[in-house]
C-alpha cells in the first residue's frame, strides 16, 4: 500500500509528486531496495525535510528526482511528477534541459561536486550560458550577482578562486549560488551542512531558508539532524528502511510523535527535559540489511513496543489528523511516552 498523498486529489497540482515510488539497486550480488512504495507531495513554495539514519532512502529517493542514478543499476518504479511533467519518461535532451532550470541541487559535499579545474565563477557562468543564453558579460554579473545574495565576502575577487581555495562555508555557498543560478523552482539539498561546523551550520541553514522564502522557492531538504529540519521545515517526513514511517508539521512531529523511530531520533539528541550529565538515549541494534528485509516492520527488531503483528506484515498507515500520520500500529502505546520529550 503506498504512502497516501496529505493533499486531497482534487487540489491543485503540487510541485513535486512522488507516488508508490521504489528504487532497487541491482550491482551487487543482491539485488537492494534502497526505496519502497514511497508516496510525498511538495506543494509550491513549501519545505519538506527529508530525515532519518544513514541508509534509510534520503538521499537516494532525492536523487531520483533529479534522475541522478546510473540507470543501467538502478531500477526506478511508481512515478516522479516536477511541475506538472513527467520526469521518469523525459527524454536525454529534456532531462538536461530540466536539471539546473526547473529543479536544481546543493549537494553534500561541495568539494566533489564542483569541477577542481575551473574556478567556481566559470562553473556558474557557464550553467547561467547554457540555461538560458545571453553574453559573458552578462552571465558574469548575474555570478556576481548571486555571490552577493549568498553573502560571500569580497565577491568579485572569489569569482575566480577554485574549489579548494575556499573554505568549507564559503563552497557551500558557493553551491548554493550554482544552484540558484538558473532560477529554478524546485531545490533539492541535500544534507547540505554535514561537513560543516556548528556555526557555520546554522549560517547555512538560515540562509537556505531566507532564500526560500525571497525567491518562493519549493524546498525538499535531506538531514539526519532532527533539529537541522525543525530549523528549516513546514513539514517532516521521517523515513526508515526505504519507507516513510511518519509525516506531518514539524510542529507535530516534534511535540507529538507517533511512531518509536521518530520517537527514537529525538530522544537520541539533547533537548530542555535532559537533565544535567545524564546520558542520552539511544535506538538499539542496527538498520536492516535492504537486500533482505523483513515481511513485517522494518524497525521492528529495534522497536521496544513490537508485537508478533509487527513482525508477521507491513503495518497500515493510521491517519492521526489532516496532515500527521504514522506507518505503526502502536501509534496509542507511543504517544504514552512521547509526552516525556517535551520539556
Request: net charge positive; hydrophobic share 45%.
Amino acid at each position: 500500500m503506498p504512502y497516501p498523498s496529505p493533499h486531497s486529489p482534487d487540489a491543485a497540482e503540487p510541485m513535486v509528486r512522488l507516488r508508490d515510488l521504489s528504487v532497487t539497486f541491482t550491482g551487487g550480488r543482491k539485488p537492494v531496495r534502497a526505496v519502497s512504495g514511497v508516496s510525498l507531495d511538495v506543494q509550491r513554495g513549501e519545505v519538506v525535510a527529508l530525515i532519518g539514519e544513514s541508509g534509510s532512502g534520503k538521499s537516494v529517493t532525492l536523487r531520483t528526482v533529479l534522475r541522478l542514478h546510473n540507470e543501467r543499476r538502478a531500477v526506478v518504479g511508481g512515478e516522479v511528477r516536477v511541475a506538472g511533467r513527467d520526469v521518469l519518461a523525459m527524454p536525454q535532451g529534456e532531462l538536461a534541459d530540466f536539471r539546473g532550470k526547473v529543479a536544481a541541487m546543493v549537494f553534500q559535499e561541495p568539494l566533489l561536486a564542483l569541477d577542481p579545474v575551473y574556478s567556481v565563477g566559470a562553473q556558474i557562468i557557464e550553467s547561467i550560458r547554457r540555461h538560458d543564453g545571453g553574453s559573458h558579460a552578462a552571465a558574469l554579473q548575474r555570478a556576481l550577482s548571486l555571490f552577493e545574495r549568498v553573502r560571500i565576502p569580497s565577491a568579485e575577487h572569489r569569482l575566480k578562486a577554485y574549489p579548494h581555495e575556499m573554505s568549507g562555508g564559503m563552497r557551500q555557498r558557493a553551491m548554493i549560488a550554482l544552484a540558484l543560478a538558473c532560477q529554478p523552482q524546485l531545490l533539492l539539498a541535500d544534507e547540505p551542512t554535514t561537513a560543516l561546523d556548528a556555526t557555520v551550520q546554522i549560517q547555512i541553514l538560515l540562509l537556505l531558508r531566507e532564500l526560500q522564502r525571497e525567491l518562493g522557492l519549493s524546498v525538499i531538504f535531506v538531514t539526519h539532524d532532527i533539529g537541522a529540519a525543525v530549523e528549516v521545515a513546514d513539514r517532516i517526513a521521517v523515513m526508515y528502511a526505504g519507507r516513510i514511517v511518519e509525516e506531518g508539521t514539524a510542529r507535530e512531529l516534534i511535540r507529538s510523535p507517533r511512531h518509536p523511530y521518530t520517537i527514537g531520533l529525538l530522544k537520541s539528541r539533547a533537548h530542555g527535559a535532559l537533565a544535567r550529565g545524564k546520558r542520552l538515549e539511544t535506538i538499539r541494534g542496527a538498520p536492516p540489511d535492504l537486500s533482505a528485509l523483513p515481511p513485517g516492520c522494518a524497525f521492528a527488531e529495534r522497536c521496544s513496543l513490537a508485537t508478533d503483528a509487527c513482525r508477521a506484515a507491513q503495518p497500515a498507515v493510521v491517519e492521526l489528523s489532516p496532515s500527521h500520520r504514522a506507518r505503526c500500529i502502536h501509534t496509542d502505546a507511543a504517544a504514552a511516552i512521547a509526552p516525556m520529550l517535551v520539556a
